[in-house]
């Protein structure tokens, strides 16, 4: 006797994925150091990625596997420089994904916001990585309504909170040093 239907195992699968993904997504926020915030973001983007394969969203998880190798190569940049050809040896590798998996609108969001995490990482200084994940996040949350994503969209709002307090933190922070 089968309990649950293989469809029912699939979806309980994807929304598993999902809540992992969606811990990560929320997590990376709370670091307040450039190699945190990248390392919680390639597990995010694992995660990330077998959600929306499961749940038929190709262009975000093309996005997301590119996003997690690009996390994850983004991590020397401050110290060998010239990893950087690796980094950007990456971008025209998601701009074939983007075209190979087109879906219209909600693979223009996910490529916008992959985009804009793109320049995110790319950014040595903390403050200047938080304000393009600030403008990255909400194409993230537009793909994830329109996929009906409910563990993107939570990530979103949680990392857009979380990563708005923590920019006008280290906002504050840096203006008061530099008053001193």
């Known amino acids: 006797m089968e309990i649950l239907s293989t469809d029912a195992y699939e979806v309980i699968i994807a929304q598993a994925l999902g809540v992992a993904a969606a811990v990560c997504g929320m997590g990376w926020a709370f670091f307040r150091s450039r190699a945190g915030m990248l390392a919680a973001q390639t597990a995010c983007g694992v995660f990330f990625t077998g959600h929306f394969l ?12 590119l996003a997690a190798a690009q996390a994850a190569a983004a991590l020397p940049l401050g110290k060998q420089p010239s ?30 916001g992959t985009a804009l995490i793109s320049l995110a990482r790319y950014q040595l200084d903390v403050l200047r990585f938080r304000l393009f994940m600030a403008i990255a996040l909400p194409c993230w949350f537009v793909h994830n309504i329109w996929v009906l994503s409910i563990p993107g969209m939570l990530s979103d709002v949680a990392g857009m909170t979380i990563n708005g307090v923590m920019l006008w933190r280290g906002w504050r922070d840096r203006r008061c040093v530099q008053a001193v």
């Not at 025209?92 to 879906?103: D, E, K, N």
């Open 83 to 112: 990893f950087r050809f690796v980094y950007l040896a990456l971008l025209p590798v998601i701009a074939f994904a983007v075209w190979l998996t087109w879906g219209g609108g909600p693979s223009l969001a996910a490529a916008a």
């Open 54 to 65: 499961a749940i038929g969203a190709d262009t975000a998880a093309a996005m997301n596997l």
